[in-house]
């Protein structure tokens, strides 16, 4: 098992306009900790492990700024992930690091974000999300947060369910 056989994936462009980088290694589920060892000691913040389908293999993700490492640091990453493979007996990890643009989430994650329909009469739709004029439901307008969470809390469930029964089937 040579170390030399794959070489780093990296995509992307410069670092100037791209300030992370994330870091994606797919290995034998044995190699977790050693890997989220090396990860943390190259100076990665933010990791986050995803089983395989299998069960066989983890894929882990973790990210660090694009100042703290350069394409050939990210190289010598991938030759330390390996090198700790061969060490375990174990095969070599596939890593993959991708530049990412910087993002606010605090309003990005509003692009993914869907209506929640409950029961049969009920819709809730947040503030940024135009309601369509022949919706056949009940709209509740309300903006998902801390304090009102994504919805999908059972205990929101229940109280939604609750209102379908209690709520006449036309507008009053």
Avoid at 28 to 38: G, N
Avoid at 60 to 85: C, E
Avoid at 121 to 139: E, G, K, Q, S, T
Wanted: charge should be negative; hydrophobic fraction near 40%; aromatic fraction near 10%.
């Amino acid at each position: 098992m040579g170390l030399g056989k794959q070489a780093i994936e990296v995509q992307g462009t410069g670092m100037s306009n791209q300030p992370w980088w994330e870091i994606r290694v797919t290995a034998p589920a044995v190699l977790e900790e050693s890997i989220f060892w090396r990860l943390e000691r190259f100076g990665c913040r933010g990791m986050a492990t995803e089983g395989g389908p299998d069960g066989q293999e983890v894929l882990l993700r973790s990210y660090i700024p694009q100042q703290q490492a350069t394409w050939l640091d990210l190289a010598a990453l991938t030759l330390w992930l390996r090198q700790d493979a061969v060490l375990q007996d174990q095969p070599e990890p596939r890593v993959r690091c991708e530049a990412l643009a910087e993002e606010d989430w605090n309003q990005s994650w509003k692009r993914h974000w869907q209506p929640l329909e409950v029961g049969d009469m009920l819709a809730v739709y947040p503030a940024w999300i135009p309601v369509p004029a022949d919706l056949p439901r009940r709209v509740l307008r309300i903006d998902p947060g801390s304090a009102f969470g994504t919805g999908d809390h059972p205990t929101t469930k229940c109280v939604w369910r609750r209102w379908n029964f209690a709520w006449p089937a036309k507008p009053i």
